[in-house]
């Protein structure tokens, strides 16, 4: 089991670990980065079965496993740019089974788009499902994705089941989504780039009394680039490498088409979607790209500029989740149990995967 680059312990990965873990499985391991900075926070009956990444217990496990189980692809189970041939055999090694987790609800940019065309449905002889939220999630999958209908679980992100929201949630926290086209850019003058010049308008439009309420989340290859650096907006922006530790305090999350709408929105934050570079941005990310979410069903307030993103930040951050949002993102994330993971390893049980 494995989460991005075999160097996080917070995804579904994680929680279907431990729960496999309390059901008495003792043929799972989960691959770790040994310099994660949160290990010894992991409680310690878990800790026994965490396969530090790069041993030889490692590599001998990767080879030996018949089943993976992670938020990312396959890669990410061993290294992104491996290059031994006996590792990318094993990789692509059609007796394999697979289960991806997802790391977020795969409902905002559209999987007919160009940009998606490496998340195509793997060719196994063995077991290969991935985990859906909603039928409307797996219809996508199905009808844009190209995915046949059974290798799709309807049961919810079993990371949901351990989202928390703080009642005393008062941060108004910031997190446009990954532009993989300015990252060069970035590279050079992060300061420079318009996702940068996007978040300074955001900031500009959040009423003086509120602005020191503000945590903005960039992608962590952007965070990479402004590391040692001194900047205007650097102290709005968060260091922190764990995403929930920000959005378990956040009151609102503003995102243009990032995922963790979602998870946010689950949790009892407010959404507000910022896409004043919408139609830019769909045509950077390539041929045939369609934004799922529109005005009839996005699950929070939509705004097209920074003028008009201020009143609505205030409106937000003094009131609870409107019930038409409740109505519509609940036809996107039909479970809120927490049993997801309960629901997940019944089918993993059912299709004799564990």
């Known amino acids: 089991m494995f989460e991005k680059e075999s160097a996080r312990y917070e995804e579904s990965a994680s929680v279907v670990y431990e729960r496999l873990i309390d059901q008495g499985y003792e043929n799972v391991d989960f691959v770790l980065d040994p310099t994660y900075p949160f290990i010894q926070s992991i409680p310690k009956k878990y800790r026994s079965h965490i396969v530090f990444k790069g041993s030889f217990k490692h590599y001998l496990k990767f080879f030996r496993a018949t089943?993976?189980?992670g938020s990312e692809m396959l890669v990410h189970s061993i290294d992104l740019r491996i290059a031994n041939r006996h590792a990318l055999k094993k990789?692509?090694?059609k007796n394999n089974n697979y289960v991806f987790l997802q790391h977020g609800v795969m409902y905002m940019v559209s999987l007919d788009s160009e940009s998606r065309r490496f998340f195509k449905p793997l060719k196994l002889k063995g077991?290969?499902?991935v985990v859906t939220s909603s039928v409307a999630e797996a219809r996508h999958f199905i009808e844009l994705g190209g995915y046949p209908e059974d290798v799709l679980y309807i049961t919810g992100l079993p990371k949901f089941d351990k989202n928390e929201w703080l009642p005393t949630a008062d941060r108004i926290v910031?997190?446009?989504t990954w532009r993989p086209w300015e990252y060069n850019e970035a590279r050079y003058d992060f300061t420079e780039t318009k996702y940068y010049h996007m978040i300074e308008r955001m900031i500009e439009a959040i009423p003086e009394s509120l602005r020191e309420k503000v945590?903005?989340?960039v992608h962590p290859l952007f965070l990479d680039a402004v590391k040692g650096k001194t900047y205007p907006l650097q102290k709005y922006i968060s260091t922190e490498t764990k995403y929930d530790d920000v959005l378990k305090q956040?009151?609102?999350?503003?995102?243009?088409?990032?995922?963790i709408a979602y998870d946010a929105f689950y949790r009892g934050s407010n959404v507000i979607f910022y896409w004043e570079e919408k139609d830019e941005s769909l045509e950077n990310y390539g041929e045939n790209t369609k934004l799922?979410?529109?005005?009839?069903?996005a699950f929070g307030d939509i705004c097209m500029n920074a003028s008009d993103l201020?009143?609505?930040?205030?409106r937000n951050y003094e009131s609870g989740q409107v019930p038409l949002y409740r109505k519509r993102y609940k036809e996107l994330v039909t479970f809120e149990d927490g049993k997801n993971t309960d629901r997940l390893i019944e089918c993993l049980k059912k299709d004799e995967i564990v």
């Not at 799922?292 to 069903?297: A, E, G, I």
């Open 292 to 297: 799922m979410l529109n005005p009839d069903n």
């Open 91 to 93: 990789l692509e090694d």
């Open 310 to 314: 201020s009143a609505c930040i205030v």
């Open 215 to 217: 945590t903005v989340l």
């Open 127 to 129: 077991k290969y499902r």
């Open 250 to 259: 956040a009151k609102i999350l503003i995102t243009d088409y990032s995922s």
């Open 67 to 69: 089943t993976f189980i």
């Open 174 to 176: 910031i997190m446009p």
